[in-house]
Nanobody
Framework: QVQLVESGGGLVQAGGSLRLSCAAS????????MGWYRQAPGKQRELVAS???????NYADSVKGRFTISRDNGKNTVFLQMTGLKPEDTAVYYC??????????????WGKGTLVTVSS
């Protein structure tokens, strides 16, 4: 089994900062990419940022220049540093890992999500 555990969500005022963390553990052979998605009430889940094993990053246009994704490959951990938060960033943030497990099967794995609330 593979587990992804997020932490770092909470309530912050507009303009503030938060740092999310996600640690992957379990039957992992190799992590190909890790990233963050978010889902606001009544909206579809969307990609916020991703980081591939090769170091390539990708950001949603709405967060470019404000959010930074980083990884600690040795600890199978991904971070999302969020600055300049806006009320429209309010959502449940989900960690995602695209990985190969110890049975050499490739799959998408998700955390349970952490709530970020930005007050105006």
């Amino acid at each position: 089994q593979v587990q992804l555990v997020e932490s770092g969500g909470g309530l912050v005022q507009a303009g503030g900062s938060l740092r999310l963390s996600c640690a992957a553990s379990g039957s992992i052979f190799r992590i190909n990419a890790m990233g963050w998605y978010r889902q606001a009430p009544g909206k579809q889940r969307e990609l916020v940022a991703s980081d591939t094993r090769g170091g390539s990053t990708n950001y949603a246009d709405s967060v470019k220049g404000r959010f930074t994704i980083s990884r600690d490959n040795g600890k199978n951990t991904v971070f999302l540093q969020m600055t300049g938060l806006k009320p429209e960033d309010t959502a449940v943030y989900y960690c995602n890992a695209k990985l190969v497990n110890t049975n050499f099967l490739t799959g998408d794995y998700w955390g349970k999500g952490t709530l970020v609330t930005v007050s105006s």
